[in-house]
Nanobody, 119 residues
Framework: QVQLVESGGGLVQAGDSLRLSCAAS????????MGWFRQAPGKEREFVAA????????NYADSVKGRFTVSRDYAENTVYLQMDSLKPEDTAVYYC????????????WGQGTQVTVSS
């Protein structure tokens, strides 16, 4: 019954910033940890960032730590991924995910949003 819809992807240049949004439907948003994954052409889907149910714990992949920030807005049932200092290697389809905790985020998936970073 949980529907995740990503938005905010697009084409940007290296060094630019972009903020992705993931709107979650339902009245149980507080019960889910949320996270972001990405998949580049020819590569496996990889973990990017996660935020716990209460927003007290945030995890990041080493490749994005210091550049990306994950947050959530309970009033809007939305999780965000603020991406700064984007690099061409950040180019991928970004997927929003939800699960029981930050280590289990495969219960629900969004449709994905394309992020392309040109050099």
């Amino acid at each position: 019954q949980v529907q995740l819809v990503e938005s905010g992807g697009g084409l940007v240049q290296a060094g630019d910033s972009l903020r992705l949004s993931c709107a979650a439907s339902g009245r149980t948003f507080i019960n889910y940890a949320m996270g972001w994954f990405r998949q580049a052409p020819g590569k496996e889907r990889e973990f990017v960032a996660a935020i716990s149910r209460l927003g007290r714990v945030r995890n990041y992949a080493d490749s994005v730590k210091g550049r990306f920030t994950v947050s959530r807005d309970y009033a809007e049932n939305t999780v965000y991924l603020q991406m700064d200092s984007l690099k061409p290697e950040d180019t991928a389809v970004y997927y929003c995910a939800a699960g029981t905790d930050t280590g289990h985020l495969n219960d629900y998936w969004g449709q994905g949003t394309q992020v392309t970073v040109s050099s």
